[in-house]
């Protein structure tokens, strides 16, 4: 019940998109037809699903202080992770890289039309912050580190291909000539971020701990974009 | 026998190389044209001093990285020119995130993630992709200095929309009197628009500067 719980969090309420922006620049520019933007979907699914339970051995048998422990009780009180960041994306470039010469040896016509998107999936937020959030927020189990990864993949892939399918049908209206493109996308983006704030006080009745976990990343979200708690 | 091998020398501010800084300013700009660096763009533009900290943050990174890169250009194979990048790119983001962690530990904690993720901002990839791979020291030095001078400029723009009408300051100071206090302004019934604070609203703001810069220059206009 519990990976249920992470993985519609992770769908929903807290969407890699339009809760946090994560993923933004292939999201905007990947996304003009459906077609392309399933495949890169599709992609960071995988990706986010291969990568943050790998990032979490990572980071409960090497780089979390203590973590060190199974190798002898002289290196229990090793603490590693001011290197998180570098073996996080050394992880996830390497993966990358593997799914980038699968994708161009069975799918070339899928490779051609990601073009530079599919070596810069490396550099998609969404998926470092994936592994970023994973670290911040201490899932226990291996399991719902994946489910979290799946999650917030499949929250990245339906709003991709939403904003790929709203695009393919704005082209036949009369948007400003200005706003043509990148413009009006940010706008369409951003109404759907509101609408999607209606899926954040959903409270999916998980154990005492996963309140616990909730509490801290909703403190991030203070922290960053919503300072009107102090203010009022 | 040499001179003749030596290609003329370029002048260090020379025509071109200007054009390096210029162009992202406005033509070239990494958020609104080449549409990389959104999601930080998005994430700290609350307040100016965020914005300011964070631009410097990728200053720093992008100007150092840049000049790696373009120096180790030769020696990268392109098969694992990804995985090198990015090793660059974390060495230098753990260097600046130690740094504001011992000097702005304030600033490091309202950051928070957003410091890591310089190392996937899309600017810096994109532009080692694009331009140190291919190009002397020299100018990817002046690129990244452009490029990282474009970004700052909407993230500036964008916080100083959401700062003044969203929280009622600047720089921390409030413009309008005390908000709790009813002094000022909120006397007359002047409220903050809360809408301006949440996240989406910096969607909006990008959208808008784009709006403003398309029509002040028809050649940029998408066609759909």
Redesign the interface.
């Known amino acids: 019940m519990d990976y249920v719980n992470i993985l519609i969090k992770g769908v929903f309420i807290e969407n890699m998109i339009f809760?946090?922006?994560?993923?933004?620049?292939?999201y905007?520019?990947v996304s003009k037809t459906v077609k392309t933007a399933v495949g890169l979907g599709a992609a960071v699914i995988f990706v986010l699903g291969v990568t943050v339970p790998v990032n979490w051995l990572l980071e409960n048998y090497v780089l979390k202080e203590g973590a060190l422990s199974w190798m002898g009780a002289e290196y229990a009180d090793i603490d590693l992770s001011?290197?998180s960041?570098?073996m996080f994306?050394?992880v996830?470039?390497?993966i990358?890289?593997l799914v980038e010469m699968l994708v161009e040896k069975f799918a070339p016509a899928l490779y051609g039309a990601l073009g530079?998107f599919l070596?810069?999936i490396?550099?998609?937020?969404s998926?470092?912050?994936g592994a970023?959030?994973m670290q911040?927020r201490q899932y226990s189990t291996i399991g719902e580190a994946t489910a979290f990864g799946i999650g917030s993949g499949i929250g990245w892939f339906l709003a991709i291909v939403a904003i790929a399918a709203i695009r393919e049908k704005i082209?036949y209206s009369h948007v400003?000539?200005?706003?043509?493109?990148?413009?009006?996308t940010?706008?369409i983006?951003?109404?759907m971020?509101?609408a999607f704030?209606s899926f954040s006080g959903i409270n999916l009745g998980g154990s005492e701990e996963k309140e616990d976990n909730k509490d801290q990343v909703t403190a991030?979200v203070d922290?960053?974009?919503?300072?009107?708690d102090e203010?009022? | 026998m040499s001179e003749n091998v030596k290609a003329p020398k370029e002048p260090l501010f020379s025509k071109k190389n200007k054009k390096l800084v210029s162009e992202p300013l406005n033509d070239n700009n990494p958020v609104t044209i080449q549409v990389l660096g959104i999601c930080s763009a998005l994430a700290i533009t609350v307040s100016v001093e965020q914005a300011l900290v964070m631009t410097a943050s990728v200053l720093a990174v992008l100007a150092a990285g840049n000049v790696v890169i373009s120096l180790l250009r030769n020696l990268i194979p392109s098969r694992i020119r990804i995985i090198v990048q990015l090793v660059v790119v974390a060495s230098l983001v753990i260097i600046v995130n130690e740094i504001l962690k011992a000097y702005l530990p304030d600033m490091a904690e309202k950051l928070s993630v957003f410091v890591g993720l310089i190392i996937t901002n899309c600017i810096i990839m994109g532009r080692f992709e694009a331009f140190a791979m291919a190009n002397k020291p020299w100018p990817s030095f002046l690129d990244a200095i452009g490029n990282s001078l474009g970004y700052g400029i909407v993230l500036v723009l964008v916080s100083i929309i959401r700062e003044i009408f969203g929280a009622g300051k600047i720089f921390g100071i409030q413009l309008f009197g005390d908000r709790i206090e009813g002094t000022g302004l909120y006397s007359v019934g002047y409220m903050d628009n809360n809408l301006i604070i949440l996240a989406p609203f910096a969607l909006f703001a990008v959208g808008l500067i784009i709006w403003v810069q398309r029509a002040r220059n028809k050649a940029l206009i998408e066609d759909h």
């Open positions: 809760a946090y922006f994560l993923g933004m620049c292939s905007l520019a001011f290197l960041f570098i994306i050394a996830i470039a390497s990358v890289q530079i070596p810069l490396a550099v998609n937020c998926i470092l912050g970023l959030f911040e082209k400003p000539a200005p706003m043509r493109g990148l413009g009006i940010f706008v983006t951003g109404l971020g509101i704030m991030v922290d960053t974009d919503n300072t009107d203010n009022h």
